[in-house]
T-cell receptor, first 115, second 113 residues
Framework: GAGVSQSPSNKVTEKGKDVELRCDPI?????LYWYRQSLGQGLEFLIY????????KSGLPSDRFSAERTGGSVSTLTIQRTQQEDSAVYLC?????????????FGPGTRLLVL | GNSVTQMEGPVTLSEEAFLTINCTYT??????LFWYVQYPGEGLQLLLK?????DKGSNKGFEATYRKETTSFHLEKGSVQVSDSAVYFC????????????FGTGTQLKVEL
């Protein structure tokens, strides 16, 4: 079946603009995760959803970052007033549940460049 | 807090050489442990995992054993191939943490003919 998909694959934006990144999880997966991969910080957790609620937003770097999930499926990560330090690859993953040890399946990522 | 420490890369090996990539962790309780791999131009994919002490995860000739006494999960392969060239990430999740992954910094492996 289809894996996790993300769009756009690449995004170039100007500093100060808002961007929206989209994630389509594997059908039937109730848990959805956002991570960020950057040269300076490695792979870091941002936020996760169980269904449509977000029990853990602790990894969001600032209040410019927000995310939502609707219908227990698609999720959107929004970055407002982008800064150059937001440049990174944003990864989405989904898993059958939020149970510890459950395998997460990753999408190809969105590469964001803020000029 | 929870953390994962991996050996620094890059690691360069000749084909058919033995591979070890060290991984140690700090975590509350007993975590689940994972190795993820990122091939050039591709997304992260699970290589293997172990969810309790003394478990051995294995896949594609790679193995790792969950050692509680040394808090380690070292990745090994007896004979590497050029196609194993990739970045390898050790990671963990903890009970009550919503299954969010804490990653090590990654180790780049380059296998040459």
């Amino acid at each position: 079946g289809a894996g996790v998909s993300q769009s756009p694959s690449n995004k170039v934006t100007e500093k100060g603009k808002d961007v929206e990144l989209r994630c389509d999880p594997i059908s039937g997966h109730t848990a959805l995760y956002w991570y960020r991969q950057s040269l300076g910080q490695g792979l870091e957790f941002l936020i996760y959803f169980q269904g449509n609620s977000a029990p853990d937003k602790s990894g969001l770097p600032s209040d410019r970052f927000s995310a939502e999930r609707t219908g227990g499926s698609v999720s959107t990560l929004t970055i407002q007033r982008t800064q150059q330090e937001d440049s990174a690859v944003y990864l989405c993953a989904s898993s059958l549940s939020q149970q510890e040890g459950e395998t997460q399946y990753f999408g190809p990522g969105t590469r964001l460049l803020v000029l | 807090g929870n953390s994962v420490t991996q050996m620094e890369g890059p690691v360069t090996l000749s084909e058919e050489a033995f591979l070890t990539i060290n991984c140690t962790y700090t975590a509350t309780g007993y975590p689940s442990l994972f190795w993820y791999v990122q091939y050039p131009g591709e997304g992260l994919q699970l290589l293997l995992k172990a969810t309790k002490a003394d478990d051995k995860g294995s896949n594609k000739g790679f193995e790792a054993t969950y050692r509680k006494e040394t808090t380690s999960f070292h990745l090994e392969k007896g004979s590497v191939q050029v196609s194993d060239s990739a970045v390898y990430f050790c990671a963990l999740t903890v009970t009550g943490g919503g299954n969010k992954l804490t990653f090590g910094t990654g180790t780049q492996l380059k296998v040459e003919l």
